[in-house]
């Protein structure tokens, strides 16, 4: 049947690609957590200031050190849609050791030697920033909805190297940061609400479609407002994520 030559096929793939089974970036955890497989989706679900970017950094760095100390072939996506690049890329480097992040900022070294080593290292890491540039506008750049991400990491692994890429893992931070998207048509009012829902669901398509696993943050309403208020354990549940405002 063809439903047992899919298995098969996805097998055969998957033994010979198991790096592709995302690892938890803890390695004394990772007898109790699952890997996350390609076509899958994670979601790292917290009340704002809780910590979700700072672990999705984590994760997606430990990701691109295994991946380039193992010497695989494919590259990590980092989606984030609310903090420039070079910011970011400056808090890879603080947290490699090259300098405290205020100064680097601020333009400050010092530690050169020190610095370019960091940079060396962070700079060979299979990672790739999707997200906005310092000096930007709408006249130089697309606004990051969900169908333009989804053309950019197609581009990043058909085009931009030199050879097709394999997408090892994708991360999105944080879903409800994502602008609305004008190119799905909705019957219904457009809310925050229906906005998550969609983008939830054509994540979970784009993690089959570039075959790999999807990890996404994604922010829960505070404790006044969630599903679980009356409740002595106030733990979000999915509804919370629906419905929590930017």
Same mark, same amino acid.
């Given at each position: 049947p063809a439903g047992i030559d899919a298995v098969r096929q996805h097998q055969k793939f998957m033994a010979e +690609?198991?790096?592709?089974?995302?690892? $938890?970036? #803890?390695?004394?955890?990772r007898f109790y957590f699952h890997p996350s497989y390609p076509g899958k989706q994670t979601t790292i679900q917290a009340q704002s200031h809780n910590g979700k970017s700072l672990f999705l950094d984590l994760w997606a760095h430990t990701a691109a050190e295994e991946l380039f100390d193992g010497g =695989? &072939? !494919?590259?990590?996506?980092? %989606? +984030?849609?609310?903090?420039?690049v070079e910011l970011?890329?400056? /808090?890879?480097? /603080? =947290? !490699?050791g090259a300098g405290m992040l205020d100064d680097l900022q601020s333009g400050? @070294? +010092?530690?050169?030697?020190?610095?370019?080593?960091?940079e060396t =290292? @962070? !700079?060979?890491?299979?990672? %790739?920033? #999707? !997200?906005e540039s310092m000096g930007m506008d709408d006249s130089s750049a697309a606004v990051l909805y969900m169908s +333009? #991400? /989804?053309r950019l990491i197609d581009f990043a692994r058909k085009e931009y190297f030199s050879e097709e890429m394999p997408i090892v893992a994708i991360f999105v931070d944080? @879903?409800?940061?994502?602008? $609305?998207?004008?190119?799905?048509?909705r019957n219904i009012q457009d809310t &925050?609400?229906?906005? %998550?829902?969609?983008?939830?669901?054509?994540?979970?398509? /784009?993690?089959k479609y570039f075959y790999c696993p999807i990890i996404v943050a994604a922010q829960s309403k505070q404790d006044a407002d969630l599903s679980s208020a009356s409740n002595f354990l106030k733990i979000p549940g999915y509804w919370d994520i629906q419905e929590a405002s930017y």
């Open positions: +690609n198991e790096h592709l089974a995302l690892q $938890f970036p #803890i390695p004394e955890l =695989r &072939r !494919g590259v990590i996506v980092k %989606v +984030n849609t609310e903090d420039a970011l890329v400056s /808090a890879e480097l /603080a =947290r !490699g400050i @070294i +010092n530690d050169p030697e020190k610095y370019l080593q960091v =290292r @962070i !700079g060979s890491l299979p990672i %790739v920033h #999707i !997200g +333009n #991400i /989804a944080y @879903i409800q940061a994502l602008p $609305f998207d004008p190119e799905i048509k &925050r609400r229906i906005q %998550v829902i969609s983008d939830e669901d054509r994540i979970r398509r /784009a993690a």
